[in-house]
């Protein structure tokens, strides 16, 4: 087992790697930038070393003051959490060269589900259902046209190297193909300096269902079940619930089980989520996170595995304990991302935090790392904390929900939290009654406004 982990990341998820260590008897080394001295995971920490000033390119992405934090500490792994570098399969690599440990998959993985079009390709030859498209990228408009006519329109023009929804244009008719092409192509060479693209089916009304998975690269993949995280705002997830109220137990052993038996063959080490768009009782692969993510804590409430403990030990060489027969899903999770916005027009909200009272009680987990007088830096992506409810049903969780919801007071900023209060008592959303496109949909009709 490893003797000190590096955290390279900071907030809420600093703090969740940072419990599950201590919780394996191992000892933390917090980084932060200059901005984040006062930070939660600084002070809970047994040690902590600035790594750069506040722009994340020098500090959280700074690779070679990330080794010599290691280097004076004497960490033995370091964890990266969510964004920053835990998608870097470079980063990996350079980690592997120095000897130390990093808790994530291999570098490999990284970069074959990094580039689109190779994910998808390796997802369809592991037997996981993908929207129908073009067989790898698009060079000219004459093939796109085949393409289009063969798969039928609409259709999604995406870029290989994107993420975070930039680069995707949709063509309604052959007419607005050539252009959606031209217009993908400049915006995907603009944000990720690479022009490759291709071709989807456009689906109309999906839902965003995705199945975190465990595998030990020893040969055993387990999955663990779904989260729905169709309620999305500019491909920004802010609602994330398991199980999903589309699927019946059927269809969700029967995705699971496809996805393990992927992973198994994959050699897949570590957690990873893979992610779906499902339209009529169909799943479509788009892509695979080959890390720890935001939401997570929904599949821990229902499952009562610390994905986080499990992540660390099987890094550590460890083989996966947990079978799928052990595997029980329990009641139900919801999950909203606390984020420092304005809950209407969604505008960061940096500040100082002037009180600061979080719900408690059965059923409810907060995971944040902020604390009343906390100043948010406005150097950072902008979640605050995430509120997580469990009850033995969908509709004892939403009760919950509501009351929790009521009970968080969070002042001197704005919060989406009267987002979330108005969601709770939709009666789409209670009927579990959405798709990716729904938030837009109440949010331009006034949804907020109204109230
Ligand atoms: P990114 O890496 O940019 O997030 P994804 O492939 O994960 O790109 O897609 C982001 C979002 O775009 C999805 O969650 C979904 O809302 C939408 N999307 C992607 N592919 C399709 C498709 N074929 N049809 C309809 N919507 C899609």
């Not at 130390?100 to 190779?118: Q, T």
């Not at 408009?141 to 798969?151: G, R, S």
């Not at 996805?259 to 990873?272: H, S």
Request: with cysteine.
């Amino acid at each position: 087992m490893f003797q000190k982990i590096l955290i390279a990341n900071r907030g809420e998820i600093a703090l969740r790697i940072l419990r599950a260590a201590k919780e394996l008897g191992i000892a933390t080394v917090a980084v932060h930038s200059t901005a984040d001295a006062e930070a939660m995971h600084v002070k809970l920490a047994d040690e902590s070393v600035c790594i750069g000033p506040p722009a994340a390119r020098d500090s959280y992405l700074n690779i070679p003051a990330l080794l010599t934090a290691c280097e004076i500490t004497g960490a033995d792994a370091i964890h990266p959490g969510y964004g920053f570098l835990s998608e870097n399969a470079r980063f990996a690599d350079i980690l592997a060269e120095h000897k130390i440990a990093f808790i994530g998959p291999k570098a490999d993985h990284i970069r074959i589900m990094g580039d689109k079009i190779e994910a998808k390709r390796t997802a369809k030859a592991l037997g996981i259902p993908c929207v129908p498209g073009s067989e790898g990228g698009i060079t000219d408009d004459e093939e796109a046209l085949q393409v289009a006519e063969k798969i039928g329109y609409p259709v999604l023009v995406k870029a290989a190297s994107g993420g975070g929804g930039r680069g995707m244009k949709v063509a309604r008719t052959k007419a607005d193909l050539s252009d959606a092409l031209a217009m993908a192509r400049t915006e995907a060479k603009a944000a990720f300096g690479d022009d490759a693209v291709y071709l989807e089916k456009y689906l109309e009304k999906p839902r965003h269902i995705e199945i975190q998975v465990l595998g030990d690269g020893k040969g055993n993949a387990i999955h663990l079940g779904e989260r729905d995280c169709s309620i999305q705002r500019r491909h920004q997830k802010l609602w994330e619930e398991g199980p999903s109220p589309a699927l019946d137990d059927r269809q969700r052993e029967d995705i699971g089980e496809i996805v393990a038996a992927a992973m198994r063959k994959l050699g897949y080490i570590g957690v990873g989520t893979v992610e779906f768009l499902y339209e009529n009782g169909q799943f479509f692969f788009i892509e695979m996170n080959t890390r720890i993510q935001v939401e997570h804590p929904v599949t821990e409430m229902i499952t009562g595995i610390d994905l986080v403990n499990e992540q660390i030990k099987i890094a550590a060489g460890l083989p996966l304990t947990i079978q799928q027969s052990d595997v029980r899903l329990s009641g139900h999770a919801i999950e909203c991302r606390v984020n420092a916005e304005n809950p209407e027009n969604f505008r960061p909200s940096p500040g100082r935090i002037s009180y600061y009272h979080p719900p408690g009680g059965l059923g409810v987990r907060v995971d944040s790392a902020v604390y009343q007088g906390y100043l948010i830096p406005p150097n950072y992506d902008s979640l605050v904390g995430k509120l997580v409810v469990h009850g033995r049903t969908r509709s004892e969780a939403l009760m919950r929900l509501r009351r929790a919801l009521d009970e968080f007071v969070i002042d001197g900023i704005e919060t989406t939290l009267p987002l979330f209060r108005v969601l709770v008592r939709n009666a789409d959303m209670q009927n579990g009654d959405y798709d990716i496109h729904w938030l837009e949909h109440f949010l331009a009709d006034g949804g907020m406004s109204a109230q």
